[in-house]
Structure formats: C-alpha cells, structure tokens
C-alpha cells in the first residue's frame, strides 16, 4: 500500500518569501506520479503540480518548483515569491494503478 | 475545459432519511470517478472508485450498503448516503478522470453534508 508522509501540519512564511513544503511518500510501485494540490478556503482542490516519476528533470509551474528525489522517496514543493493568495492548505498526493492517496496535508499561511 | 460539477454544494438533513450528491463532468466523458470523504482540518480519504457501467470498488472499511454509488453515464456518477447519521456528517468531494489523462484528474467543488 502507499503511503503518503506530510510531516509539517501548519508552516507560515511573508509574503515575497519562499517556502518549500516537504512530503514523502512510500512504495513499490515503479510506474507512479506525484502531485501538490491546493485547497483554499473554498475546499476546491486546485492541482498545482506534476510530476512523473520517469521523469528526473523536476517540474515547474511559474512559482511553483519540486524537488523530486525518488531513492529518497522524497517531493518537496517551493513556492517562490509567496503571495496572500497562496495561502491555502496544500496537499501531496501519489498516484499509481488509477488510485490516488493524499498526504494529511500543510496548511500555509502567507503573512503581509 | 475539464469543469466538474458537483451537487448540491451543502445539504442539511435529518437522521435516518437518505440524500444523493451527483457528480457531473461538463465538457469531458469521465470513465473513471472517485469520491472522497475529508473530516475538517483532515486529508481526503478515498471512498470509493466508480467506473461507467460497474459496480463501484470501496475501499477498505467503507459501508456500500450505506454509501450507494451509481456511475450510470460518462458524464454522471451519484453518491447516495443512505440512513444518514450525524456521524456522516462530513465534507465529500468527488473526482472524475478522462480516458486519455494518466493522472490529475479534476475535483468538483465538493459538499458539506450535515445530518440533524
């Protein structure tokens, strides 16, 4: 079974800042992707990012960056140039076999 | 593209009576839809994962009798909580994927259902 490891439960960070959001995950899988999905307020869950696991070149969307390290089984995501509107809980998930898990989640706070 | 809709976006309801949440893709044929239960400030737990004309697969733990799920259309699958008990009460989201997207599938908007 995968598991999927969020180990910061709130982070905060000023605005204009970076911050990197950590996230570990564990399987036996070959074949997988990984992603960082936003919840705001609102609870629609917004993808942020994706990543192949056959892919070593790390993804990036505009601010958004990861750093995929699949021996370490580790999938971390820096924000940069933070801005209130990041603010949001953010999830990591982990998807395989047409199943996807979610991580417990960090809820990020953008401060002026 | 790729809009999820997801209905009603919150409901209230009495113990022992049922209610159905539909889970619509607008401008795509969703073979594949998961529903999703998230408890406040908790992660998404994976309920149950429906495919266009078969029986819904539940995820360990997971009531069907009491979560109905029916994925009838390409475009439609609705979760019926049946019996609703307070402890039902919960935030359900729902997903659907397209036939030729690996991953990343789209989320509806989600409904928060409340049981009195």
């Known amino acids: 079974a995968q598991t999927v490891t969020q180990s910061q439960p709130e982070m905060s960070v000023q605005e204009a800042e970076t911050v990197t959001l950590s996230c570990t995950y564990d399987t036996s899988e070959n074949n997988y992707y990984l992603f960082w999905y936003k919840q705001p307020p609102s609870r629609q869950m917004i993808l942020v990012i994706r990543q192949e696991a056959y892919k070593q070149q790390n993804a990036t969307e505009n601010r958004f960056s990861v750093n995929f390290q699949k021996a370490a089984k580790s999938f971390s995501l820096k924000i940069s140039d933070s801005q209130l509107g990041d603010t949001a809980m953010y999830f990591c998930?982990?998807?395989?076999?047409?199943?996807?898990?979610f991580g417990a989640g960090t809820r990020l706070t953008v401060k002026p | 593209g790729a809009v999820v809709s997801q209905h009603p976006s919150w409901v209230i309801c009495k113990s022992g009576t049922s209610v159905k949440i539909e889970c619509r893709s607008l401008?795509?044929?969703?073979?594949?839809m998961f529903w999703y239960r998230q408890f406040p400030k908790q992660s998404l737990m994976l309920m149950a994962t429906s495919n266009e004309g078969s029986k819904a697969t539940y995820e360990q733990g997971v009531e069907k009798d009491k979560f109905l799920i029916n994925h009838a259309s390409l475009t439609l699958s609705t979760l019926t909580v049946t019996s609703a008990h307070p402890e039902d009460s919960s935030f359900y989201i729902c997903?659907?994927?397209?036939?030729?997207?690996?991953?990343?599938?789209?989320f509806g908007s989600g409904t928060r259902l409340t049981v009195v």
């Open positions: 998930a982990f998807g395989a076999n047409n199943d996807m898990r």
């Open positions: 401008d795509f044929q969703a073979t594949t």
């Open positions: 997903s659907a994927k397209r036939p030729e997207q690996v991953y990343g599938y789209t």
